[in-house]
């Protein structure tokens, strides 16, 4: 484990969107390695089911997988994606590059399909 290898007992486990439910699951199953957890924009579960009503309600999900294979590495992706950016050419400019840079439309949805079963309640 890299905590042995470094020396050290505990860390500070700090996770932002799909990595929040490992860094969960991490904090669980490891509480003494474990000093303080951060979750930024993650959730332990993406659809809404009878037991969970606050998720994505999945036809929603479905409508949103169908632009990504649209929208996936243009500047158009940023109204659905960051909206607050979307009126800044350079940041526009520079998420759809970095869009294209990290994987294909299918390989994006493929990943987005796969969030779906996280359940990490």
């Known amino acids: 484990m890299v ?3 470094v020396g050290s007992d505990s860390a500070v486990i700090q996770a932002g969107g799909d990595a929040g439910s490992m ?7 490891r509480p003494e390695r474990t000093s303080a957890l951060i979750l930024v924009h993650t959730t332990a579960k993406y659809l809404a089911a009878s037991d969970y ?3 994505i309600p999945p036809e929603a999900f479905e409508a949103a997988l169908d632009q990504i294979d649209q929208l996936w590495g243009t500047e158009a992706a940023v109204a659905m994606l960051v909206p607050s950016r979307a009126d800044d050419e350079r940041f526009r400019r520079w998420f759809a590059k970095m869009m294209r840079s990290t994987a294909s439309p299918r ?5 987005q399909r796969a969030a779906l079963e996280i359940d990490a309640r």
């Open 107 to 111: 390989a994006a949805q493929a990943f």
């Open 23 to 29: 860094a969960m699951y991490f904090a669980a199953t």
């Open 3 to 5: 905590l042995d290898e």
């Open 53 to 55: 009503p606050i998720g």
